[in-house]
């Protein structure tokens, strides 16, 4: 997302939901503004904008599904919209960001097998056989990265240049479709193994 140059008062307003009173009889600079897009923190480093989760096929490596919210929406919030009932596997397989009690909880409710990697901390270090489940986990999670790798190596990269969450979903949507169509193609005519 391009970055928004917004004064503090206008930036409290904005989270807050409102727009600001100065913006309100300039619709020319209100139309340059995005009032969806957020802040994220990751690895000490901040981003703007929003974030593409999706759900791929383990098989062929398809986008199943996708969902596109602001970047300070925590993914482990996006993952029931990702869960597909028409999946064969009953298996979810994910990063440690999805670990946690709740969520467990949840996909056993839904009938899913846990598959998200483990995480530990300073006083809670991750066993010798965690480390080993970590590991065959992330051979079948590192398909997801590939998607993402397909996108910035040979798809333009992964910037959005449009305002507002409603044309920011239509276009990760179409971006999300261009992917399938190219993985289809190296499907269907043998360029890779699924």
């Not at 096929?57 to 970047?71: E, F, K, M, Q, S």
């Not at 993402?148 to 507002?164: H, N, S, V």
């Amino acid at each position: 997302m391009p970055k928004q140059r917004n004064r503090r008062e206008e930036k409290e307003d904005i989270k807050q939901g409102k727009v600001p009173e100065a913006w309100q009889d300039q619709p020319n600079r209100l139309r340059q503004k995005d009032l969806d897009a957020r802040w994220v923190k990751k690895n000490g480093v901040s981003h703007y904008g929003y974030k593409n989760s999706i759900s791929v096929d383990v098989g062929y490596g398809l986008i199943r599904r996708h969902v596109l919210t602001p970047a300070n929406i925590h993914d482990s919030r996006m993952l029931p919209a990702l869960l597909d009932a028409e999946n064969e596997e009953a298996m979810v397989w994910a990063d440690s960001a999805y670990q946690s009690k709740l969520v467990d909880s949840f996909l056993k409710e839904a009938g899913y097998e846990s598959r998200i990697q483990e995480k530990g901390s300073r006083h809670h270090p991750l066993t010798t056989g965690a480390k080993k489940r970590n590991r065959e986990y992330s051979k079948i999670r590192a398909k997801v990265e590939h998607v993402f790798g397909q996108m910035e190596m040979a798809m333009g990269g992964k910037l959005t240049r449009c305002i507002g969450l409603a044309r920011a979903r239509a276009w990760w949507c179409l971006r999300n479709l261009v992917f399938n169509f190219l993985r289809f193609t190296q499907l269907q005519y043998g360029v890779v193994q699924p």
